[in-house]
């Protein structure tokens, strides 16, 4: 199985940044796309960003342009930085990666970021 563990989270002014990360474990091999979500109270999970294994990044309309996803092979790990934090980016980050064996989703505990105005 993939196990997924996030960490990089926490309090931040606005405009500020944070970069948070995810490393992989387990059946490491069989994992396609990676990426992240994001709930905030309230309001549904929704996508922020999802990297290929070829390295292609796609973008939550609300991130683009401030928001950059990347991956590092060598140690396992997907990478979000964020940039120009607003206060409506605060919610529950969550890592997750696609198996290629099961087609199933793993997901990441989650980790907080907030945004202070």
């Known amino acids: 199985q993939v196990q997924l563990v996030e960490s990089g989270g926490g309090l931040v002014q606005a405009g500020g940044s944070l970069r948070l990360s995810c490393e992989a474990s387990?059946?490491?091999?069989?994992?396609?796309?990676m990426g992240w979500y994001r709930q905030a109270p309230g309001e549904q999970r929704e996508m922020v960003a999802v990297?290929?294994?070829?390295?292609?990044?796609n973008y939550g309309d609300s991130v683009k342009g401030r928001f950059t996803i990347s991956r590092d092979y060598a140690k396992n790990t997907v990478h979000l930085q964020m940039n120009s934090l607003k206060p409506e980016d605060t919610a529950l980050y969550y890592c997750?990666?696609?198996?290629?064996?099961?087609?199933?989703?793993?997901w990441g505990q989650g980790t907080q970021v907030t945004v202070s105005s």
């Open positions: 997750y990666a696609r198996s290629s064996m099961t087609s199933r989703l793993y």
């Open positions: 387990g059946s490491i091999y069989s994992i396609e796309n």
């Open positions: 990297i290929t294994p070829g390295g292609i990044p």
